[in-house]
């Protein structure tokens, strides 16, 4: 009963957010556009269309994923919604009446909104985490390298998950299943397979929420289709390719988005041009051989961040955290990720797409393929300026993680992924940690050889 009174609890409060926010803008169209005519029910279409308009986006953005991310991740995902849903009504309306509206009055609709968001979100994570509170978890593990790195990350989720204690999968079989009976959560981390199919099921047939790594196998499965041989069900793995339709759209919508973005764009430009150039005399625009789809090479175009001499002694090396190897200059563009915005004429051009894996070096791509050998996978399609692996990634996630990353995104490709993932890269740009860098000092060879160490 207490938790159904919990779960009710939590529901309102959720209702509450969304229903203030669309009498916020109902009644501030009412009080700053009353002399604003629409036919008949014409107020009531504007707010179903707002109400649309912001269901879509904060789903987009996961505005309610309360546990599953940090309350500063939640308040910049509701203002990024207000942002692009109040700026849609605007211009939709502004069409309507034939005449651009004033602003100010959207503009004091959408400060109280966040007013309002702000503190209702944290109460809203404060409800959530009373009704659920951290849940007991053991890691039973097969390789110790990788019970070390990912302890660490189950532990920083201290209001998810408490670490109960970690077992090895060449545990006996009674002891295995006393610890899981002793928790409410199960992380499988590098368990063989034969082990870990049989300890699912019980964690199934006993409720335990249960966390398995993916290998690369699951991830194809994860995607796969489904056949059916008479009444038995058997997974597809060969995904057709994308029809030459919906290549068409994926390529128009590059062309057009991309000639958008740099004529909006072209003033940022022309300023951080000048900028890089100024500040030390030398060319503002770095110029890098990468590879796309098939391993086929290009220049890529990025404005420069790094000093001239960044690589002279000729060894591939990614950033470091503090590398002093970045310009002033460079911090602002890169931490904004503006150093990007050249790579949209790559785009132009139909060297990369917008969405799609990371286009790598050779040099660090053959380095990676020996830490992982399926890492060529990700050349199946286009290289991208965002995609699954730049928003869920970081610059310092692992070559195999960035793989598993970019193969959801090969085997789960559509155009409407394609669309959400480009509202999605709007907000990446205020998380400073996906620009994060490894340690100082590192190679990109010292780095592979690390991961492989830990495989």
Not at 238 to 253: C, E, G, H, N, S
């Amino acid at each position: 009963m207490r938790q159904k009174a919990g779960s009710f609890i939590l529901f309102l409060s959720k209702a509450t957010l969304v229903f203030a926010i669309l009498a916020i803008f109902f009644f501030g169209q009412r009080f700053y556009y009353e002399d604003t005519l629409y036919y008949f029910w014409g107020n009531n279409i504007v707010l179903l269309l707002y109400t649309a308009m912001l269901y879509l986006t904060s789903r987009i953005y996961n505005g309610f994923t309360h546990g599953n991310a940090s309350i500063q991740d939640i308040i910049v995902s509701w203002v990024l919604c207000l942002i692009i849903v109040n700026a849609f009504i605007y211009l939709t309306l502004s069409l309507l009446v034939t005449f651009m509206l004033p602003v100010g009055g959207f503009i004091v609709i959408f400060l109280v909104q966040v007013a309002f968001v702000i503190p209702m979100s944290i109460i809203i994570n404060v409800f959530y985490y009373m009704q659920n509170p951290a849940l007991s978890t053991i890691l039973i593990y097969g390789d110790i390298e990788k019970l070390q790195i990912y302890r660490r990350m189950i532990t920083k989720q201290r209001r998810k998950f408490k670490v109960a204690g970690v077992v090895s999968q060449h545990e006996n079989i009674g002891p295995l299943l006393d610890a899981i009976n002793n928790v409410k959560a199960v992380f499988f981390l590098d368990v063989e397979e034969v082990k870990q199919e049989g300890l699912l099921e019980y964690c199934y047939l006993n409720d335990k929420h249960t966390y398995v790594l993916p290998s690369f196998s699951k991830i194809l499965l994860n995607a796969a289709g489904t056949i059916w041989l008479s009444d038995t069900p058997a997974f597809s793995l060969k995904k057709p390719p994308p029809d030459f339709a919906t290549q068409m759209v994926k390529r128009l919508i590059d062309i057009i988005l991309s000639l958008t973005s740099i004529i909006i764009t072209s003033p940022i430009m022309i300023i951080i041009y000048l900028s890089v150039r100024l500040y030390d005399r030398h060319p503002a625009i770095y110029k890098q051989t990468r590879m796309t789809k098939n391993g086929r090479l290009f220049t890529l175009y990025k404005f420069r961040s790094m000093r001239p001499d960044a690589e002279d002694d000729g060894v591939p090396r990614l950033t470091s955290k503090d590398d002093d190897r970045i310009t002033p200059v460079g911090h602002v563009i890169r931490r904004t990720r503006l150093d990007e915005l050249p790579q949209l004429f790559n785009v132009l051009s139909g060297a990369m797409s917008l969405v799609g894996p990371r286009p790598e070096r050779p040099e660090i791509a053959e380095q990676y393929e020996q830490a992982c050998p399926n890492f060529a996978f990700r050349t199946k399609v286009k290289a991208g300026i965002t995609g699954f692996a730049q928003i869920y990634g970081r610059y310092n996630t692992s070559p195999e993680e960035k793989l598993f990353l970019d193969i959801m995104y090969i085997e789960k490709f559509s155009i409407l992924q394609d669309l959400k993932l480009m509202l999605q890269t709007v907000k990446v740009l205020f998380q400073g940690s996906s620009t994060e860098g490894i340690k100082d000092g590192v190679t990109a060879l010292d780095e592979e050889r690390k991961d492989k160490n830990h495989r």
